[in-house]
């Protein structure tokens, strides 16, 4: 077989939008990973792990476990996943928990290629918003949609995409919820699309933007599946 010439080269990197005639690309992307444990007396131990790491984290109190917590980990690298991060959870205070494999979550940052800064899309803004302090609840949930979605229209997914959106926009101007969308195409274990966190200084208002968003023409025609759901409210976070 003739190797592929260079026009047949896919391009896999995250584009933005151009800049006075010149691409925006990178192959540069932040992957995060949520993992939920049970049975976990003293969290300030974990806290302590996680400092001394040097991993960018996040430490959550899980709302609906009074004895569990989450552990949210964000690299730019895959490998840190199957080597720092997976060591670190295998040892020291880590290694006495109980683990909730149905909760854990992963996925990648990606751009849509209109992003007018596409490194702040792809890393600044995603770390930014999972390590506020000020934004301390968290609702995390995957995403399936179903296949048909894909084959609609343009104009279609516009019109439904600028839904969403428009939704989104208006909590996040108010100062009530942040989210972050993680695609997960093929990370996932129970094959989701994507992973969506909802960040915010109050818990009622992210309840509120999921209610809200039954009600848009994506959800109530188009999403297969919604959840599980993790909700936590962080209790320690690596300083921005």
């Not at 540069?28 to 993992?35: N, W």
């Not at 476990?65 to 959870?89: W, Y």
């Not at 200084?201 to 968003?213: A, F, K, Y």
Request: with cysteine.
């Amino acid at each position: 077989m003739r190797p592929a010439s260079k026009e047949q080269t896919l391009d896999l990197r995250e584009k933005g939008k151009p800049i006075s005639g010149q691409i925006q690309a990178s192959n540069r992307r932040l992957f995060m990973q949520l993992h939920v444990y049970e049975n976990c007396p003293r969290p300030d131990t974990l806290a302590d792990a996680l400092r001394e790491s040097g991993i960018d984290a996040v430490l959550y109190a899980d709302l609906n476990n009074p004895s569990g917590v989450g552990i949210l980990a964000l690299s730019e690298s895959p490998d840190a996943f199957a080597g720092q991060i997976r060591t670190l959870l295998n040892a020291g205070p880590f290694a006495e928990l109980q683990r909730n494999p149905h909760l854990t979550m992963f996925g990648r940052t990606y751009a849509h290629g209109y992003e007018p800064d596409l490194l702040e899309t792809l890393l600044r803004k995603p770390r930014s918003k999972v390590l506020n302090p000020d934004w301390p609840w968290a609702v995390w949930y995957p995403l399936r949609r179903k296949p048909e979605f894909g084959l609609l229209p343009g104009e279609d997914l516009r019109g439904i995409m600028g839904e969403h959106a428009r939704i989104g926009r208006a909590y996040a101007e108010a100062g009530f919820a942040q989210d972050i969308r993680l695609a997960c195409y093929g990370l996932d274990r129970n094959d989701n699309d994507f992973v969506i966190g909802l960040l915010g200084p109050e818990l009622h208002p992210l309840s509120h933007v999921v209610q809200e968003m039954r009600k848009t023409r994506q959800t109530a025609q188009y999403v297969q599946s919604l959840g599980p759901f993790f909700v936590g409210k962080a209790v320690w976070q690596t300083p921005l």
